[in-house]
């Protein structure tokens, strides 16, 4: 299978911040390190799982700066620039491009609500506007609408700088679409590593992932026994961890995240509000299972 240009396994890393919810960008270079020596493909900066709601302009600029000097051209690092005005879009990822990242992500504008025709030329606006490839990104749960298959295609095929997507509508009919009808060099990232060997089997190219925070050569090894073919190998690794899969998201995204990186003794500070960190009972039983999965010593 053909390597995609962003690779499998690329975390959607969190955001440290300290004891003043500021952000601390010293941890931030020391996790994006952590996450490369676990295996990690690409990075994506400041997604959902980074906060991107309270991380506001100027400070994304400089979590972009720091991650970039951090990991140099070990793997290339995507930047989330989307938002739900198509100006703003525009403008700030052409800053962000100076920093020296290697990709942007888009989410499907949020909240306004485009129809399918408003979110095409949403992101072909965009895409005429960089030089930088882009990663699409679906999640009608945060969203409120889905991006439909033929939507993805139209872009996939009228924009050369649109190379992939990140997939979380639940829709494994809307995936398959998705990959047998895209261009060679167009790739579907699962949004949800619970549904990555699933994605997979039906051609995707492999996740963007919450657990690559916490646990990255676990969620590596799944896809690439995917990659490799090896579905009888991949499907056990996959039942080993999927209990951690899913209960990182007993609570909204990424507050167990954050308490699960405490846990391992890499703390990288809490949730800004409007999310609240973890309770005593979350965290208990976030550790227990990640007792269970092997993830944290017994």
């Keep these: 299978m053909t390597q995609p240009r962003f690779g499998r396994m690329i975390p959607a890393m969190v955001t440290p911040f300290d004891e003043n919810r500021e952000l601390d960008l010293d941890k931030a270079q020391a996790l994006a390190v952590r996450l490369v020596d676990g295996g990690s493909d690409s990075l994506i900066i400041n997604g959902t799982t980074g906060e991107s709601p309270t991380v506001f302009y100027p400070q994304k600029i400089d979590l972009f700066r720091a991650v970039v000097e951090a990991v140099g051209d070990k793997v290339p690092v995507i930047a989330n620039v989307g938002d739900n005005c198509t100006a703003d879009t525009v403008n700030f990822a052409r800053d962000v491009a100076k920093l020296g990242v290697d990709g942007f992500m888009c989410v499907v504008p949020y909240y306004n609500k485009p129809p399918q025709e408003g979110m095409y030329q949403h992101f072909r606006t965009i895409a005429d506007a960089v ?31 649109v190379v992939a997507v990140k997939e979380a509508s639940g829709k494994l009919d809307q995936v398959k679409a998705i990959v047998d009808g895209a261009p060679e060099g167009f790739w579907v990232y699962s949004g949800d590593d619970s549904a990555t060997l699933d994605i997979m089997k039906l051609g995707g190219a492999g996740v963007v992932s919450t657990i690559g925070n916490v646990a990255p050569a676990r969620m590596k090894e799944i896809v690439d026994l995917c990659a490799a073919g090896d579905w009888e190998a991949a499907e056990a690794a996959n039942e080993r961890l999927m209990p951690l899969m899913k209960g990182l998201f007993e609570t909204s995204n990424p507050i ?25 009972e979350q965290s208990e039983r976030l550790a227990a299972i990640m007792r269970e999965v092997g993830v944290l010593s017994a």
Aim: with cysteine.
């Design 256 to 280: 167990l995240v954050k308490e699960a990186l405490k846990l391992l003794d890499f703390p990288v500070g809490g949730v800004r509000l409007p999310l609240v960190d973890a309770t005593p």
């Design 131 to 161: 030089e930088l490839p882009i990663v699409l990104y679906n999640i009608p749960g945060r969203c409120v609408v889905n991006m439909e298959a033929e939507t993805t295609l139209r872009l996939a095929h009228d924009c050369a700088n």
